[in-house]
């Protein structure tokens, strides 16, 4: 089984970026598809994207197209979102997590969640 942390959230003013990690331990990251979700302020989570266990294949949620980018460094064992020209609606708790099936299998493993604040 494995664990997941997340890290580099924080405060951020619209048109910056930041740069989201997750950290796994337990079981080696390559062994699972992984995906960033959020959950923001009395909303349901959602997708923002996805990415094969060999990094190969990556999917984004529309709104983050063009602006965020997911990567892994299976060496490392983490995975990374990048997010470029954010917007006051990327304010949310993201979540990493993993899955043993494909990018759009069900993610069984989830971290703690960062906080990213957008503000104007």
């Known amino acids: 089984q494995v664990q997941l942390v997340e890290s580099g959230g924080g405060l951020v003013q619209a048109g910056g970026s930041l740069r989201l990690s997750c950290a796994a331990s337990?079981?080696?990251?390559?062994?699972?598809?992984m995906g960033w979700f959020r959950q923001a302020p009395g909303k349901e989570r959602e997708f923002v994207a996805a990415?094969?266990?060999?990094?190969?294949?990556?999917n984004y949620k529309d709104s983050v197209r063009g602006r965020f980018t997911i990567s892994r460094v299976n060496a490392k064992n983490t995975v990374y979102l990048q997010m470029n020209s954010l917007k006051l609606e990327d304010t949310a708790v993201y979540y990493c997590?993993?899955?043993?099936?494909?990018?759009?299998?069900?993610?069984?493993?989830w971290g703690q969640g960062t906080q990213v604040t957008v503000s104007s």
């Open positions: 997590a993993g899955s043993a099936g494909s990018i759009l299998g069900t993610y069984d493993y």
């Open positions: 990415i094969s266990r060999s990094g190969t294949s990556v």
């Open positions: 337990g079981r080696t990251l390559s062994s699972y598809a």
